[in-house]
């Protein structure tokens, strides 16, 4: 089945980036480093089992997890109202991060702030699509880096395309040859890249595949092409490159 090449990729994903994350902050690119594919997992393959197996084609893909969404459940894109009522995850504990920061706590499905990108992405995939089921047979939504990464006196929330080095190649690397996988298990004619870093990370990635690469604005507050009249910009971007 597909969803167990899925599970065995994002395992395997999950095990490999261990020792990255560590050296990123033994070597001070970062400070702090959580890998929610661990503390998260039971949640996680919820999420494959619920998407992965309903014949979609698109690949959509972001670039990591943020800190009130797939950092706090698991899941890409995550928002506690989406996770809860439209994909129907409920009542699966959540760990703790291996080297947990009092200053970026975790606390699971039950997060009590809703992921702005989150609800966005998700809402416009129920809108255009309708259910569940009508979303997972059309889209499948992963994340390129799994990692999320924190610095400075107030942990700020550090993209992967801001981290450099070795060890951070290393890691992007890695995560090329997951989205390989994925693309591979899925058969997947389709990937569309939530933001530029994403999208280009794919192009590189899927070069030698017959896959079509493309790119869409990311939904993020702080993105002014995301709020561009009320969001309707966005939305209409979003939809233009949606199967």
């Known amino acids: 089945m597909v969803v167990e090449q899925l599970i065995r990729a994002a395992a ?3 095990d490999d980036v261990i020792p990255i994350s560590r050296s990123l902050v033994s070597e001070g690119s970062v400070d702090v480093c959580y890998n929610p594919l661990a503390y998260a997992w039971d949640a996680h393959e919820a999420y494959l089992r619920r998407m992965g197996d ?4 698109t690949v959509i893909l972001g670039m990591n997890p943020g800190p009130h969404g797939m950092g706090q459940m ?5 928002a ?3 996770v809860r009522d439209l994909l129907g995850i409920t009542g699966i504990p959540v760990n703790q991060p291996e080297a947990a920061d009092p200053r970026r706590p975790v606390v699971g499905l039950e997060y009590p702030r809703e992921e702005v990108s989150g609800t966005r992405l998700w809402g416009l995939l129920a809108e255009h699509y309708g259910d569940i089921e009508a979303i997972s047979s059309n889209v499948f939504l992963v994340n390129h880096c799994p990692l999320m990464l924190f610095s400075g006196p107030r942990a700020a929330n550090i993209t992967p395309d801001k981290v450099g080095g070795s060890t951070a190649q290393t890691l992007l ?7 390989r996988e994925v693309v591979e298990a899925m058969e997947a004619e389709r990937v569309i890249g939530v933001g530029k870093f994403a999208e ?7 070069a030698n595949y017959s896959v079509e690469v493309l790119g869409c604005w990311h939904p993020s507050p702080a993105s002014p092409l995301a709020n561009r009249n009320g969001g309707a910009d966005w939305r209409a971007n979003v939809r233009a490159v949606l199967p």
């Not at 309903?54 to 084609?57: D, I, K, L, N, V």
């Open 12 to 14: 395997s994903l999950r």
């Open 74 to 78: 698991g899941i890409p894109f995550a």
């Open 80 to 82: 506690t109202s989406v």
């Open 173 to 179: 690397k890695r995560c090329d040859q997951h989205l």
């Open 54 to 57: 309903s014949g979609a084609r």
């Open 200 to 206: 280009s990370r794919a192009g590189a990635a899927l």
